[in-house]
């Protein structure tokens, strides 16, 4: 009898349990259950900068519009959560390396591959290839799997607990307006959602450029830096562009402000720092390499020569400039830290916002100012400046808080 089951089951083993013969095949396992929820009551833990999240008790995650491979021994003792953010060509690479540290952590657990269950949740229709490429990279390591919860747009919010079993999934329909925010005027919380997803790469990155907004060099120039240089010298100068894109503005700052440093043979320390809600365009800032339009190479040429390599239409900056540049991932919407501005530069994101949100982004600037302090936001809404306390200065397109 157990000879007649091998043969009719040569995927499976055959276990002895409770004194009947079981086939331990690749379908006996897909023992996650779904279950969609109509409330969400716990409020999942954000993502953060982390993509697979590990243990024994509830893991919540906040999957967004991705897809999310769960994994957890078939004891329900240890569970995974694998929900890769990366939008670009790497995704496959992440995903596999998530998979096999995944194996590894069960294996340190004394969990073996072929005793975990396996299943893939969402993701919105917006990110099918992902799906696509996480059930080739799952089957290529001899996974069993169940799908769920894979058609439609929806934002989603998983609750695994890896003792019972049970994915709950809370799904939001997704608004257009969420993740197209150039079509739209945005909420505080639309905004936040929007910009955090690759889908808006392109709207942010294509709205930004070298040396954009000329009259805030020409207040630098004028007014900021001499200001500076006369009430607090010796004192660093700080520059905050805020939803910095891609990071070309805060480069073109700092090539800025180091050339009207040295002019003024003023030793003082200076930085800018750039934020950006999206991840993958703070990364592309940190490394501090653009494809540069014919234009911009004409006309600032001399600036990329000084500051970086020129190679084609491509510039790449050195150590000498990216010294003075920091970037990092930041919620416009969350209240700054201490550190002092004497200026705030935010280019790229008040256009696509409703006048409370611009309220309160205004409000949070102001809290990381010096005194005096300047801000430009575009698009410039006297009204709301002087409503807040900020003086409109029209020559330079800015607002100043005394």
């Given at each position: 009898?157990?000879?007649?089951?091998?043969?009719?089951?040569?995927r499976g083993?055959?276990?002895?349990?409770?004194?009947?013969?079981?086939?331990?095949?690749?379908?006996?396992?897909?023992?996650?259950?779904?279950?969609?929820?109509?409330?969400?009551?716990?409020?999942?833990?954000?993502?953060?900068?982390?993509?697979?999240?590990?243990?024994?008790?509830?893991?919540?995650?906040?999957?967004?519009?991705?897809?999310?491979?769960?994994?957890?021994?078939?004891?329900?003792?240890?569970g995974?959560?694998?929900?890769?953010?990366?939008?670009?060509?790497?995704?496959?690479?992440?995903?596999?390396?998530?998979?096999?540290?995944?194996?590894?952590?069960?294996a340190?657990?004394?969990?073996?591959?072929?005793?975990?269950?396996?299943?893939?949740?969402?993701?919105?229709?917006?990110?099918?290839?992902?799906?696509?490429?996480?059930i080739?990279?799952?089957r290529?390591?001899?996974?069993?799997?169940?799908?769920?919860?894979?058609?439609?747009m929806?934002?989603?919010?998983?609750?695994?607990d890896?003792?019972?079993?049970?994915?709950?999934?809370?799904?939001?329909?997704?608004?257009?307006?969420?993740w197209?925010?150039?079509?739209?005027?945005?909420?505080?919380n639309?905004?936040?959602?929007?910009?955090?997803?690759?889908h808006?790469?392109?709207?942010?990155?294509?709205?930004?450029?070298?040396?954009?907004?000329?009259?805030?060099?020409?207040?630098?120039?004028?007014?900021?830096?001499?200001?500076?240089?006369?009430i607090?010298?010796?004192?660093?100068?700080?520059?905050?562009?805020?939803?910095?894109?891609s990071?070309v503005?805060?480069?073109?700052?700092?090539?800025y402000?180091?050339?009207?440093?040295?002019?003024?043979?003023?030793?003082?320390?200076?930085?800018?720092?750039?934020?950006?809600?999206?991840?993958?365009?703070?990364?592309?800032?940190?490394?501090?390499?653009?494809?540069?339009?014919?234009?911009?190479?004409?006309?600032?040429?001399a600036?990329?020569?000084?500051?970086?390599?020129?190679?084609?239409?491509?510039?790449?900056?050195?150590?000498?400039?990216?010294k003075?540049?920091?970037?990092?991932?930041?919620?416009?919407?969350?209240?700054?830290?201490?550190?002092?501005?004497?200026?705030?530069?935010?280019?790229?994101?008040?256009?696509?916002?409703?006048?409370?949100?611009?309220?309160?982004?205004?409000?949070?600037?102001?809290s990381?100012?010096?005194?005096?302090?300047?801000?430009f936001?575009?698009?410039?809404?006297?009204?709301l400046?002087?409503?807040?306390?900020?003086?409109?200065?029209?020559?330079?397109?800015?607002?100043?808080?005394?």
């Amino acid at each position: 009898m157990q000879n007649a089951l091998l043969k009719n089951h040569p995927r499976g083993t055959i276990k002895r349990h409770t004194g009947l013969y079981v086939a331990n095949l690749a379908w006996y396992h897909r023992m996650i259950q779904y279950k969609p929820i109509p409330k969400d009551d716990a409020g999942a833990t954000l993502r953060g900068s982390r993509e697979t999240f590990f243990g024994a008790g509830s893991l919540n995650i906040n999957t967004g519009l991705n897809p999310a491979v769960i994994i957890r021994s078939e004891d329900g003792s240890y569970g995974c959560v694998i929900n890769i953010t990366e939008n670009g060509s790497d995704f496959s690479l992440h995903a596999e390396k998530a998979v096999e540290q995944a194996i590894a952590k069960f294996a340190v657990n004394k969990i073996s591959k072929d005793s975990i269950e396996t299943a893939l949740i969402g993701g919105s229709d917006s990110a099918k290839w992902k799906t696509t490429k996480l059930i080739g990279i799952l089957r290529k390591a001899k996974l069993p799997m169940n799908e769920f919860d894979l058609n439609g747009m929806f934002y989603r919010k998983l609750y695994f607990d890896p003792k019972s079993g049970v994915a709950k999934v809370f799904r939001e329909e997704v608004n257009t307006a969420h993740w197209n925010p150039g079509s739209a005027s945005l909420s505080l919380n639309d905004g936040t959602r929007g910009f955090s997803e690759g889908h808006v790469g392109g709207v942010v990155t294509n709205a930004t450029r070298f040396f954009r907004q000329q009259s805030t060099f020409k207040a630098l120039r004028e007014h900021i830096i001499p200001e500076h240089l006369q009430i607090t010298p010796g004192k660093p100068f700080y520059l905050w562009s805020a939803a910095c894109s891609s990071g070309v503005e805060a480069y073109s700052y700092a090539m800025y402000i180091h050339r009207l440093l040295t002019r003024a043979r003023a030793g003082i320390p200076f930085m800018v720092f750039g934020t950006d809600i999206n991840e993958k365009l703070v990364k592309t800032a940190t490394e501090g390499e653009y494809d540069v339009a014919g234009k911009d190479l004409a006309e600032y040429g001399a600036y990329f020569n000084r500051y970086g390599t020129i190679n084609g239409s491509s510039v790449k900056f050195g150590d000498e400039i990216k010294k003075f540049v920091s970037f990092r991932r930041f919620d416009l919407k969350n209240k700054p830290r201490s550190r002092k501005f004497r200026m705030i530069v935010c280019a790229n994101v008040f256009q696509y916002y409703q006048d409370d949100a611009r309220e309160h982004f205004l409000g949070n600037f102001i809290s990381a100012l010096e005194r005096p302090g300047y801000i430009f936001a575009n698009p410039l809404t006297p009204n709301l400046a002087k409503k807040i306390g900020l003086e409109v200065l029209s020559k330079y397109q800015m607002m100043r808080a005394l």
